[in-house]
């Protein structure tokens, strides 16, 4: 799939920072941690990554915004783009052994998410899409979410709260209605990579609540392209913003956010 000049520096930058992830992934014993908050960890490697993903695409698009997850946010002379970056999303993952992690880019124009990236470094797995153009997986392959339609028969992805989070008797009444009626459910530690698994139809749908704009942003992108159907939690509310998300393929995806809304 031929890409836009943003999307080739998007994949290329992400192809660099998951190079090095993956040198740092091997010795990950050896890394120096810190604690950022309760269950939330940064590491070198994780600053790193960020730094890289940043030189790429502020050299090729020095007048973009920026919004990182270890740096910040940066207002760019052009007020209509921005860049939205986790350079390691499942950190707790990453510093377990554990090799489901994702490198995650999105650009933003106009408040709108148009082109996303999910580089699964450990798998050699990259997701990405663009507004208009479909959602693809490695250069070739195309991705469409699953054609499920019965809830029984579908397996959905969350986030579960950690320690310190006041959210987990929320999610605890959202899995007594689900779990009952439906094939499973999965928590697998990594926001980017749900979204892109229901894209490839791997997961028939995803929720999770209090997710910062940097985890899920590029998913959004990727999810819809793949012709999935993505929402606020709050039909109210906004994504980014609210950090709120339901998404599944449209068959079931009524009768999932019932479930959820309820």
């Given at each position: 799939?031929?890409?836009?000049?943003?999307?080739?520096?998007?994949?290329?930058?992400?192809?660099?920072?998951g190079?090095?992830?993956?040198?740092?992934?091997?010795?990950?014993?050896?890394?120096?941690?810190?604690?950022?908050?309760?269950?939330?960890?940064?590491?070198r490697?994780?600053?790193?990554?960020?730094?890289?993903?940043?030189?790429?695409?502020?050299?090729?698009?020095?007048?973009?915004?920026?919004?990182?997850?270890?740096?910040?946010?940066?207002?760019?002379?052009?007020?209509?783009?921005?860049?939205?970056?986790?350079?390691?999303?499942?950190?707790?993952?990453?510093?377990?052994?554990?090799?489901?992690?994702?490198?995650?880019?999105?650009?933003?124009?106009?408040?709108?998410?148009?082109?996303?990236?999910?580089?699964?470094?450990?798998?050699?797995?990259?997701f990405?899409?663009?507004?208009?153009?479909?959602?693809?997986?490695?250069?070739?392959?195309?991705?469409?979410?699953?054609?499920?339609?019965?809830?029984?028969?579908?397996?959905?992805?969350?986030?579960?709260?950690?320690?310190?989070?006041?959210?987990?008797?929320?999610?605890?009444?959202?899995?007594?209605?689900?779990?009952?009626?439906?094939?499973?459910?999965?928590?697998?530690?990594?926001?980017?990579?749900?979204?892109?698994?229901?894209?490839?139809?791997?997961?028939?749908?995803?929720?999770?609540?209090?997710?910062?704009?940097?985890?899920?942003?590029?998913?959004?992108?990727?999810l819809?392209?793949?012709?999935?159907?993505?929402?606020?939690?709050?039909?109210?509310?906004?994504?980014?913003?609210?950090?709120?998300?339901?998404?599944?393929?449209e068959?079931?995806?009524?009768?999932?956010?019932?479930?959820?809304?309820?």
């Amino acid at each position: 799939m031929q890409g836009s000049a943003n999307l080739n520096v998007m994949i290329k930058a992400a192809r660099k920072a998951g190079r090095s992830l993956v040198k740092d992934f091997r010795e990950v014993e050896n890394l120096q941690v810190s604690m950022k908050g309760a269950g939330d960890f940064v590491s070198r490697a994780d600053i790193a990554a960020e730094e890289i993903i940043k030189n790429e695409l502020m050299d090729a698009r020095p007048n973009y915004g920026w919004l990182g997850e270890e740096g910040g946010g940066e207002e760019g002379k052009d007020p209509t783009r921005r860049w939205i970056v986790d350079p390691l999303d499942g950190t707790t993952n990453f510093l377990h052994g554990l090799p489901h992690w994702a490198v995650s880019i999105a650009l933003e124009h106009k408040g709108e998410i148009v082109a996303g990236v999910v580089f699964d470094a450990a798998k050699d797995e990259m997701f990405f899409a663009e507004k208009g153009n479909g959602a693809w997986l490695n250069d070739q392959q195309r991705l469409r979410v699953s054609s499920r339609h019965k809830m029984i028969e579908s397996i959905f992805a969350t986030g579960v709260p950690f320690g310190g989070r006041g959210d987990l008797p929320q999610t605890l009444q959202d899995l007594a209605r689900l779990m009952p009626i439906c094939a499973g459910v999965r928590r697998w530690g990594s926001a980017a990579l749900d979204l892109a698994y229901v894209a490839a139809g791997r997961y028939d749908g995803f929720w999770e609540r209090r997710l910062n704009a940097w985890d899920m942003a590029a998913g959004l992108v990727i999810l819809r392209e793949a012709g999935g159907l993505v929402e606020p939690i709050d039909p109210e509310g906004d994504i980014l913003s609210g950090g709120d998300v339901i998404g599944a393929n449209e068959a079931i995806f009524d009768s999932f956010a019932k479930i959820i809304r309820d």
